[in-house]
């Protein structure tokens, strides 16, 4: 069974600073890739998500996230994050041409104004 | 602007009483998700349908959870009877095929006391 792991369980950061968040997943086969936002207390939106192509994935209020094969990894940035992106970000995965998505943990970000 | 619509939003219960829950996925989509979300474990699978059918419950503990899609328009969830530990928010997806993305609903805030 695949697992997703993302490294911090909350950042804290200011206004204005660049933002990465770690996610790896373990799956020896071709997977789905997808990053989802919540908001405090929303449900979840996605962000952006990756199926093929280009590797670096543009999503939706600047976030952008790039897939690396050989690292398992995709990790999602921003480059100036606002106080508007708190909320708990979720990396997820399921394997091509299944359904059942495997979410992380969640990393918790807060941005200071 | 299409949404998976749940109720009720929040459930407060005692333990033992039955619990249902509902979720109308976006017209049009085959796949239907439930999760449950708490602190500890974060984001669960717990049961999933394609065309009305159930596919995966492994995630729901049997005893006390069913899952059912009585119709295209309409998926519920139900805990016979309730406990403590059941207390969690509950999200309901839906998706237009196998592995795309999933489109979350509002979420049912479970607490049983």
């Known amino acids: 069974a695949q697992s997703v792991s993302q490294h911090n369980h909350h950042v804290i950061l200011s206004e204005a600073a660049s933002l990465e968040l770690g996610c790896n997943y373990s799956y020896g086969g071709t997977v789905n890739l997808f990053w989802y936002v919540q908001y405090p207390g929303q449900h979840l939106q996605l962000l952006l998500k990756y199926f093929s192509g280009d590797p670096l994935v543009k999503g939706i209020k600047g976030f952008e996230a790039e897939f690396i094969k050989s690292k398992f990894s995709f990790n999602l940035r921003k480059p100036s994050v606002q106080w508007s992106d708190t909320a708990e970000y979720f990396c997820?995965?399921?394997?091509?041409?299944?359904?059942?998505?495997?979410f992380g943990k969640g990393t918790m970000l807060l941005v200071s104004p | 602007d299409a949404r998976v619509t749940q109720t009720p939003r929040h459930k407060v219960t005692e333990m033992g009483q039955e619990v249902t829950m509902r979720c109308q996925p976006i017209l049009g989509h085959n796949t239907v998700f439930w999760y449950r979300q708490t602190m500890m474990q974060g984001l669960e699978l717990l049961a999933y349908f394609r065309n009305r059918a159930p596919l995966d419950d492994s995630g729901m503990p049997k005893d006390r959870f069913s899952a059912e899609m009585p119709d295209a328009t309409l998926a519920t969830l139900k805990i016979q009877p309730s406990e403590p530990r059941d207390s969690a928010v509950y999200f309901c997806?839906?998706?237009?095929?196998?592995?795309?993305?999933?489109?979350f609903g509002p979420g049912t805030r479970l607490t049983v006391l």
């Open positions: 997806a839906s998706g237009r095929q196998a592995d795309d993305e999933q489109f």
């Open positions: 997820a995965v399921n394997p091509r041409g299944y359904s059942t998505l495997t």
